[in-house]
Each structure stands twice: as C-alpha cells, then as structure tokens.
Antibody, heavy 118, light 109 residues
Framework: QVQLQESGPGLVNPSETLSLTCSVS????????WSWIRQPPGKGLEWIGY???????NYNPSLESRVTMSIDTSKNQFSLKLTSVTAADTAVYYC????????????WGKGTTVTVSS | EIVMTQSPATLSASPGEGATLSCRAS??????VAWYQQKPGQAPRLLMY???TRATGFPARFSGSGSGTEFTLTISSLQSEDFAVYFC???????????FGQGTKLEIK
C-alpha cells in the first residue's frame, strides 16, 4: 500500500518561500499522478496542483504565479514550493496520490501544518 | 471554476438513524465526484469515487448516487465512527482543476 509523508518547516516568514516534500513508500513515484492540497484552519480544501513522473505539472490558476512543483524519481519523492507567502497561506498541506488516473479522486498523506508568521 | 455546494452545513443525527448528505455542482460533472470523510486532526480519507463506488475499508451502509449536477451520500444506519466531516470533490475538468465542497459536519444529536 502506498504511503505518503509530508515534511518541511512548520513556520515560514512572510514574503519567503514555503518548501515541502512528500516522500512516497510502498510504491513508485513514477507510477501515479501526485497532487498537493491545502486546508486553512477551520476552512475547506483547496487543490494546489499536480505533477507526474515526467515533470509535467498543472496548477490551480489562483496560485499558479507562486507555485512550483518538482519530482525526484531517484529519491521517490516530489516537492512543492510556494513563493511570497502571507498569513493567508497558513494551512495544513497534504500531498496525495491520484487513485488511478490523471483526473481522479485522491488518496491522502497525513498532512503537515505550515504557519506563516514572523 | 466549478463550484461544489454541500448541504446541510451541519447535520445532527442519532446512532442507528440514516443520514443523507447533498452536493450540487454549478455545472455538469458527469459522474466524476468523490466523497471524503475527515475526522478531527486527521487527513481526509477517500470514501466514494465515481459517484457510487465505495473505497476500500468502508462498509455497505455508505452509498452514493447522482449524476450531472446533483449528488448524494447516504449512510443507512449511523455508527459512532461515522460522525465526521464529509467533503465532496469534482474531477471533471481537463486539464484538472479540482474543487471541493465546503463540507458537511455530521454530528451526534
């Protein structure tokens, strides 16, 4: 069974870059599509974007100017960078595997909390 | 952007009762709808995909229906472990731009 584990700083200064990594175990990062989703405190879910093994990406237009995703098949992990963060970017960030295909439901990691504050 | 609207925001029910949760899409999403269950402090867990296919680990008391713009998640006889927040999600667009409903909190009456 594929397991996902997010990692990265829990605190980021305003205007800086948020960087997170999702480590994949029990399966290959080359075998699926992968997404990032976030959930601000007490709020709903926002899809950030996806990446596939070739490095092809697709981002939410609302975040596209600040988001970069990358994938490292040798380490079996993929990453998220979000630039110029503000308090509005404070959220639980989840990585997720697309269940079967590129346009599909999601199987989620445990999530990691990121707070933007000085 | 396809907006997913869930109702009610909060549903109070007793163990043993049934519960019906609704999700409406602002435009057709065919059958490309998933439901997730989220308990406090936990990640969302895939419950239903393609409108009516149960994910691994969920019992038959959970069922999904609908197509186009109207979708329903039904729980036939609530157990204590079913009280949680439920989100719907559409995955109809290409290229994908997934959107989620705001959630329905199913609480014990």
């Amino acid at each position: 069974q594929v397991q996902l584990q997010e990692s990265g700083p829990g605190l980021v200064n305003p205007s800086e870059t948020l960087s997170l990594t999702c480590s994949v175990s029990g399966g290959s990062v080359s075998s699926y599509f992968w997404s990032w989703i976030r959930q601000p405190p007490g709020k709903g879910l926002e899809w950030i974007g996806y990446i596939i093994y070739s490095g092809t990406t697709n981002y939410n237009p609302s975040l596209e100017s600040r988001v970069t995703m990358s994938i490292d098949t040798s380490k079996n992990q993929f990453s998220l960078k979000l630039t110029s963060v503000t308090a509005a970017d404070t959220a639980v960030y989840y990585c997720a595997r697309h269940r079967a295909g590129p346009n599909d439901s999601l199987v989620w990691g445990k999530g990691t909390t990121v707070t933007v504050s000085s | 952007e396809i907006v997913m609207t869930q109702s009610p925001a909060t549903l109070s029910a007793s163990p043993g009762e049934g519960a019906t949760l609704s999700c409406r899409a602002s435009q057709t999403v065919s059958s490309n709808v998933a439901w997730y269950q989220q308990k406090p402090g936990q990640a969302p867990r895939l419950l239903m995909y393609n409108t009516s296919t149960r994910a691994t680990g969920f019992p038959a008391r959970f069922s999904g229906s609908g197509s186009g713009t109207e979708f329903t998640l039904t729980i036939s006889s609530l157990q204590s472990e079913d009280f949680a927040v439920y989100f719907c999600q559409q995955y109809y667009n290409w290229p994908p731009k997934y959107t989620f409903g705001q959630g329905t909190k199913l609480e014990i009456k």
